[in-house]
């Protein structure tokens, strides 16, 4: 079974850097794309930043030059650093990935009718304080 399994959540203040991981579990392959999204309460689930298995990075305009999505292929995990963090990027994190089985939908933040994420991760609270 399938796990992405989250870590890294955390506080921080204006203007400072976090990170967050997710570490893939029991696929051994490597994902055709991943991603990872956020929400806030009350509030729809927004694509921020998702990766090929090329390596093609794409982002949400909000967090263009600040947000950097990048993997680790042979430990099979995916990690997003976040500098100049603002309040408006508190939200719950989620990681995401689209096995092979979804290679029709192309992996860009801003594909045709979005992504659609086979798997999600439990989600890991970012915080940013004025």
């Known amino acids: 079974q399938v796990q992405l399994v989250e870590s890294g959540e955390g506080s921080v203040q204006t203007g400072g850097s976090l990170s967050v991981s997710c570490a893939v579990v029991?696929?051994?392959?490597?994902?055709?794309?991943m991603a990872w999204f956020r929400q806030a309460p009350g509030k729809g689930r927004e694509g921020v930043a998702a990766?090929?298995?090329?390596?093609?990075?794409s982002y949400v305009d909000s967090v263009k030059g600040r947000f950097a999505i990048s993997k680790d292929n042979a430990k099979n995990i995916l990690y997003l650093q976040m500098n100049s963090l603002k309040p408006e990027d508190t939200d719950t994190y989620y990681c995401?990935?689209?096995?092979?089985?979804?290679?029709?939908?192309?992996?860009?933040?801003?594909?045709?009718?979005?992504?659609?994420?086979?798997?999600w991760g439990q989600g890991t609270q970012v915080t940013v304080s004025t």
């Open positions: 995401a990935a689209m096995d092979g089985s979804m290679w029709r939908i192309p992996c860009r933040i801003a594909a045709p009718g979005g992504l659609s994420p086979n798997y």
């Open positions: 029991g696929y051994t392959h490597r994902m055709y794309c």
């Open positions: 990766i090929a298995s090329d390596g093609y990075t």
